[in-house]
């Protein structure tokens, strides 16, 4: 799994100019799922979200977790995280998981965060296009590829 971690001020996601969901201070993760992602990487990389310093405490240091703070999330699904590009100029998503295996892995994620994070998770719609509104705030930004471990 691969997730764009952003720390935002707001964010919100439209699926056919209707709002979908948005929230206020949080996180907004834009995940891709690639074949051969399992369990392991759920539980690793919902734990590591959850968990993210990356909001100020009382001194201006990235301290706190989304947990910490009382925070929302916005998971969006993004295939496009896993493009390939080192041959030619058109990105190839041969690594990014066929739907029937990435659906219910990405909602697995999903309950998973929200056990994390004690409360619910905001998402978007596996599949359609989307579009997505957020006020990065700071900006952070955060690339956690369950494969590295980083």
């Known amino acids: 799994m691969r997730a764009v971690i952003q720390r935002v001020s707001e964010a919100s996601v439209s699926i056919g100019g209707e709002q979908r969901a948005a929230i206020g201070r ?32 009382d001194q201006g240091l990235m301290n706190r977790s989304a947990q910490e703070i009382g925070g929302s999330i ?5 295939f496009t995280l896993l ?3 080192h041959k030619g100029n ?6 990014a ?11 697995r994620f999903v ?5 994390e994070l004690g409360k619910p998770v ?7 296009m989307m579009q997505v509104s957020l006020v990065n705030d700071g900006p952070v930004t955060i690339l956690i590829d369950t494969r590295l471990r980083e």
Not at 74 to 78: N, R
Not at 122 to 128: K, N
Request: no cysteine.
């Open 26 to 57: 949080g996180l907004l993760v834009l995940i891709g799922i690639e074949e051969g992602d399992g369990d392991e990487d759920i539980n690793w990389l919902s734990g590591k979200i959850a968990r993210l310093r990356v909001f100020s405490d």
């Open 83 to 85: 493009a390939s590009t």
């Open 122 to 128: 905001a998402t978007g719609e596996f599949g359609p």
């Open 111 to 115: 309950k998973r965060l929200e056990a």
């Open 74 to 78: 916005l998971v969006v699904s993004q």
């Open 97 to 107: 998981a066929r739907p029937e295996t990435a659906v219910p892995l990405y909602e």
């Open 90 to 95: 058109r990105p190839s998503f041969t690594r």
